[in-house]
């Protein structure tokens, strides 16, 4: 390690992996600089990603239950929006999260630097900042900088018309016929926001099924809502050409049952991400990037240069914000000396969409493929009292369990609050717990986190209540 570093750690990115690397290594009595091109902290999860898709999506919400309840004895009038209103609430979410991140690091004594970082030799960075450019000598280097949206070749995502995630969440205007092209999280997602504001959506899917990280049943509820919902849902079908002009966009698709083409007021593209490894000069640190873009890192987080270290996003799939703090986590830990490692079998994925979708561990499917020998537990929830009484009887939880130890193993959960529910099967993968302890925990009633303890009694065969 050089004599004159400047610090014991550098962090380039300060999303959520790069922020808790840096707080966590601060707090571990590292001398830490975080480094993040632009002057709002929070990366894409706060700026652009998770927070503000959250915040409308509750807007979302908000209107879908008014709707519910026109039939049901209270008749609210429609909706009137404004979008400015709506813009400005969202944005005071995001901004109260960044600021606070502001003084996080502040009173961690962490040196947050603006300005666009890259490497010059293995233990120097170059920034470059509003007062010109500066180099940064360290010990140790955290790569934490994240993703951004790819559009198929020809795909001109900087026509107005034609957006990308980012440009979704700024919310222009509600587009009469909205197309998202990409059935996996971020699009659905969007196309819950915006059927909810007044736009008549279309969803096209190169894939057999939408969602394809979790099992077909679990995806098969919210399908069958969105059915009715949609305009169009077209799978294996491909967005051919997008020809876009003031009025609108052409779109052509090849596929199953797509028309040869359609005109939309509006196309969002949400078909991936790929890593923000290219701007980082990044062979002047004696890395190479694999085929992807990505960094490759160890369980330790720990690249092949033994003093520099990724996570989050630019290591690649699943991109989630929640795995990238726990990644920052264990490379602060490694470079602070402690032992610590990252065990990645338990991480949930969540599509915040109406109905909600949840799986975490190991799915159906996936036992299948690999000939684990499991036993399933499922409860539609039908039989719950408190979703039936939400008006929300559509969703399914499901629990897989490994057949010898009936210890659990992973779930998928469709439904209202998924998302959240989902969270109580991580906490007993990692605990090691089995159908049994699972079914025997009292759960309150009436809730939906009953449904999680009757999946398990069913695969135990002990249920009896349905309420
Ligand atoms: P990022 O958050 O991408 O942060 C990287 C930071 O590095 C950025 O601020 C960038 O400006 C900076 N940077 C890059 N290059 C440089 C450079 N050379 N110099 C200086 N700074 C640099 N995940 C969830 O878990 N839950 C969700 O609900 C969810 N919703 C999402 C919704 C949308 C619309 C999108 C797009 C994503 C969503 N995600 C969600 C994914 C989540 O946002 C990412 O997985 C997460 O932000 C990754 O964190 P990160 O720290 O790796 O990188």
């Known amino acids: 390690a050089p004599d004159d570093a400047d610090c014991d ?39 652009v990603g998770c927070i503000p898709s959250k915040a409308l999506l509750h807007a979302a919400k908000v209107i879908d239950d008014a709707e519910f309840f026109a039939d049901h004895g209270i008749k609210f009038s429609k909706p009137k929006i404004d979008l400015k209103k709506l813009e400005a609430w969202k944005s005071s979410v995001v901004g109260k999260l960044t600021g606070g991140l502001q003084g996080l690091a502040k009173q961690r004594k962490v040196e947050v630097v603006t300005g666009k970082a890259g490497f010059t030799d293995p233990h120097t960075l170059n920034v470059e900042t509003d007062d010109g450019s500066r180099a940064i000598r360290f010990r140790h280097c955290i790569i934490a900088a994240g993703s951004r949206p790819v559009a ?19 919310l222009e205007e509600i587009p009469k016929r909205l197309l998202i092209v990409g059935g996996g999280i971020i699009g659905l997602e969007m196309a819950s926001v915006y059927h909810a504001l007044g736009s008549e ?12 990280g979790a099992d077909a049943d679990i995806v098969k509820p919210f399908r069958k809502i969105i059915d009715k919902r949609y305009a169009n849902i077209y799978l294996k079908t491909r967005v051919v050409s997008l020809s876009a002009d003031d009025k609108g966009v052409d779109v052509e698709f090849e596929g199953d049952k797509a028309p040869a083409k359609d005109r939309f007021d509006r196309v969002l593209v949400s078909v991936g991400r790929r890593p923000n490894t290219d701007g980082l000069n990044i062979e002047a640190s004696g890395l190479s990037l694999q085929d992807n873009g990505c960094i490759a890192a160890d369980d330790q987080m720990r690249t092949a240069v033994e003093h520099i270290f990724a996570i989050g996003d630019v290591i690649g799939q699943p991109m989630l914000a929640h795995k990238a703090v726990h990644e920052g986590k264990v490379a602060a830990e490694v470079i602070g000396g402690e032992k610590s490692g990252f065990d ?6 969540v599509a915040y969409t109406d109905p909600e979708v949840a ?5 159906q499917e996936q036992a299948k493929a690999e000939g684990l020998a499991v036993e399933v537990g499922t409860f539609p929830w039908a039989a719950n009292g408190r979703s039936l009484s939400l008006g929300r009887d559509e969703g399914v939880t499901k629990l897989i369990f490994e057949k010898d130890t009936e210890r659990v193993i992973g779930a998928g959960i469709v439904g209202t609050n998924a998302g959240d529910l989902i969270a109580e099967v991580a906490l007993a ?14 759960h309150p ?8 303890a009757m999946a398990a009694e069913a695969a135990a065969g002990t249920l009896t209540d349905l309420y």
């Open 359 to 363: 799986w975490v561990g190991v799915t």
């Open 344 to 349: 990645g079998r338990v991480i949930p994925s």
């Open 429 to 442: 993968i990692e605990m090691g717990a089995d159908m049994h302890d699972i079914g025997l925990t009292i």
């Open 201 to 212: 959506i279309t969803v096209v899917e190169l894939a057999d099924r939408l969602m394809t």
């Open 9 to 47: 750690l550098v962090v380039i990115g300060a999303g959520p992996g790069g922020y808790s690397a840096a707080f966590r290594a601060a707090d571990l009595g590292l001398k830490v600089i975080l480094v993040e091109r632009y002057a709002a902290l929070g990366g894409v999860c706060l700026n």
């Open 152 to 170: 198929p070749p020809g795909f001109d995502l900087k026509h107005p018309r034609i957006m990308d995630s980012t440009d979704a969440l700024e």
């Open 445 to 452: 009633h009436p809730t939906l986190s009953e449904s999680v």
